[in-house]
T-cell receptor
């Protein structure tokens, strides 16, 4: 079955520590996205990538970094510069070349990040 | 700037009642897309429907139906004969092409269906 996987499901970060959230998709989608969800709020875009080896900042990129070395993988690193990292992180993908459905983003199960 | 408003933050209904979730959007573009997603307690966002700005036909899928009205910039979602499994947070979203598909989400409506 095609889909998006995120790991781990829960992640704990200590002060001053960088942590990396994994996102893998086997949908053969070119575009991938990272969103942050805080309680009572909608999703906010952190980073997006439209193609391998290219990525762009979203609305709240400060304190985060990404890489896109492979089409199926788009890991997100939460750095120590992110002062309020506790949130639910969702990864999504879409296929901009798929006529009739290029705008639809499909989501993974999410990672909940907690600060110790 | 694009904006999505879901004025109902929480709704409670008794099982088998009908319920409508409201969504109002703002955009200056003539070409855009509207979505509804369901987020059950597990957290994953589940895609429900996509509508483009040129197609105002209402859609029905089982107990779900959607009413798109450009005149009022609304894209409302109705669940008929609600069930406990419908309990979730529902997000309305607006997508426009800004060099990439920029999606703006509403804050979500939490639906609780009481048995």
């Amino acid at each position: 079955d095609g889909g998006i996987t995120q790991s781990p499901k829960y992640l704990f970060r200590k002060e001053g520590q960088n942590v990396t959230l994994s996102c893998e998709q086997n949908l053969n989608h070119d575009a991938m996205y990272w969103y942050r969800q805080d309680p009572g709020q909608g999703l906010r875009l952190i980073y997006y990538s439209q193609i391998v080896n290219d990525f762009q900042k979203g609305d709240i990129a400060e304190g985060y970094s990404v890489s896109r070395e492979k089409k199926e993988s788009f890991p997100l690193t939460v750095t120590s510069a992110q002062k309020n990292p506790t949130a639910f992180y969702l990864c999504a993908s879409s296929d901009p070349g798929l006529a009739g459905d290029q705008e639809t983003q499909y989501f993974g199960p999410g990672t909940r990040l907690l600060v110790l | 700037a694009q904006k999505v408003t879901q004025a109902q933050t929480e709704i409670s209904v008794v099982e088998k009642e009908d319920v409508t979730l409201d969504c109002v959007y703002e955009t200056r573009d003539t070409t855009y897309y509207l979505f509804w997603y369901k987020q059950p307690p597990s957290g994953e966002l589940v895609f429900l429907i996509r509508r483009n700005s040129f197609d105002e036909q209402n859609e029905i899928s089982g107990r779900y139906s959607w009413n798109f009205q450009k005149s009022t910039s609304s894209f409302n979602f109705t669940i008929t004969a609600s069930q406990v499994v419908d309990s979730a947070v529902y997000f309305c979203a607006l997508s426009e092409f800004k060099g990439y598909q920029k999606v703006t989400f509403g804050i979500g409506t939490k639906l609780q269906v009481i048995p």
